[in-house]
């Protein structure tokens, strides 16, 4: 089972928005954690970060559009995503530390969820 699992990708128009999910295996709990994405023949970016006592940061492209947060829960992570550009295009990743009662906090990446946004 994958630790972490990447869910809400999708096709849209330039404008829409989209709210992609992050969730750990049963029984495992997300900390710190962050969202990443990668364009065709670019690298891997950070777009938003949120640290376990609830601080977020923002890459600068994406600056006042998107917003991640974690459910009180710890169970969920999202990032919501509104008036999307084309160049928002890429594969979306969830990054986290993840843990349970009994283990320590661990770094896993999610496979990744497409995001394709249509001028």
């Known amino acids: 089972q994958e630790q972490l699992v990447e869910s809400g990708g999708g096709l849209v128009q330039a404008g829409d928005s989209l709210t992609l999910s992050c969730e750990p295996a049963?029984?495992?709990?997300?900390?710190?954690m962050a969202w990443y994405r990668q364009a065709p023949g670019k690298q891997r970016e950070l777009v938003a970060s949120?640290?376990?006592?609830?601080?977020?940061t923002y890459a600068d492209s994406v600056q006042g559009r998107f917003t991640i947060s974690r459910n009180d829960s710890l169970k969920t992570g999202h990032l919501q995503m509104n008036s999307l550009k084309p160049e928002d295009t890429g594969v979306y990743y969830c990054n986290a530390y993840v843990f349970s009662y009994d283990r320590s906090p661990r770094n896993y990446w999610g496979q990744g969820t497409q995001v394709t946004v249509s001028s």
């Open positions: 949120l640290t376990a006592d609830g601080t977020a």
């Open positions: 049963a029984g495992y709990y997300l900390h710190d």
